[in-house]
């Protein structure tokens, strides 16, 4: 069974930064990500990348955020920077593995104004 693990939320001032972390157990993951959901809202895709690298963003973030992943320890980041009040929700991580999805429990995230 893969277990996702996310960590780094937080309450942070608009203009402030936050990196969230995410662990999956197993290996072989072609995509990984981070989708985030406010409340009353849809869980919509922030940014998710390859195996290989390469990264796509929602344009919401596009400049703002970056995703990295490290392979061989199943593990994604979102670094976040001059955040906003509207990006406050709860973060969740996303593994793919083969037609699988898996996904973690979530991390608040909180921007004040």
């Known amino acids: 069974q893969v277990r996702v693990v996310e960590s780094g939320g937080g309450l942070v001032q608009a203009g402030g930064s936050l990196r969230l972390s995410c662990a999956a157990s197993g290996s072989s993951f072609s995509t990984m990500g981070w989708y985030r959901q406010a409340h009353g809202k849809q869980r919509d895709v922030v940014a998710q990348i390859t195996r290989g690298g390469f990264a796509v963003y929602a344009s919401s973030v596009k400049g703002r955020f970056t995703i990295s992943r490290d392979n061989a320890a199943s593990t994604v980041y979102l670094q976040m920077t001059s955040l906003k009040p509207e990006d406050t929700a709860v973060y969740y991580c996303?593994?793919?593995?083969?037609?699988?999805?898996?996904w973690g429990q979530g991390t608040q995230v909180t921007v004040s104004s």
């Open positions: 996303n593994a793919r593995q083969g037609q699988a999805d898996y």
